[in-house]
């Protein structure tokens, strides 16, 4: 059963920082491209981050660059998205998506706020 668990949402006042991790299973997680996505409220979704299956390339959407990484661990199955610098504007549900070929798989999501 495939399954992509993210957590580490929550709120946080402008300025500060949040980890995001997203645990995968029942798929070959090294072999997946892993991306970060956001959808705010009323918006459409958008791409934030992605990493290549063994890490070595990454790519971050101009609005979180230089504030933004990605990251991953393939020996525990993980993608992580460090977020510091957080404004008003990244409050969203961030989801992680793995892709490979023609197969795509979703989390959930998790609520990020920022706010003071």
């Known amino acids: 059963q495939v399954q992509l668990v993210e957590s580490g949402g929550g709120l946080v006042q402008p300025g500060g920082s949040l980890r995001l991790s997203c645990a995968a299973s029942g798929f070959d997680f090294s072999i997946y491209v892993m991306k970060w996505y956001r959808q705010g409220a009323g918006k459409e979704r958008e791409l934030v981050a992605l990493?290549?299956?063994?890490?070595?390339?990454?790519n971050y959407a101009d609005s979180v660059k230089d504030r933004f990484t990605i990251s991953r661990n393939n020996d525990k199955n993980t993608v992580y998205l460090q977020m510091s610098s957080l404004k008003p504007e990244d409050t969203a549900v961030y989801f992680c998506?793995?892709?490979?070929?023609?197969?795509?798989?979703w989390g959930q999501g998790t609520q990020v706020t920022v706010s003071s």
């Open positions: 998506k793995a892709t490979y070929i023609r197969s795509d798989y």
């Open positions: 990493i290549t299956s063994a890490g070595g390339s990454t």
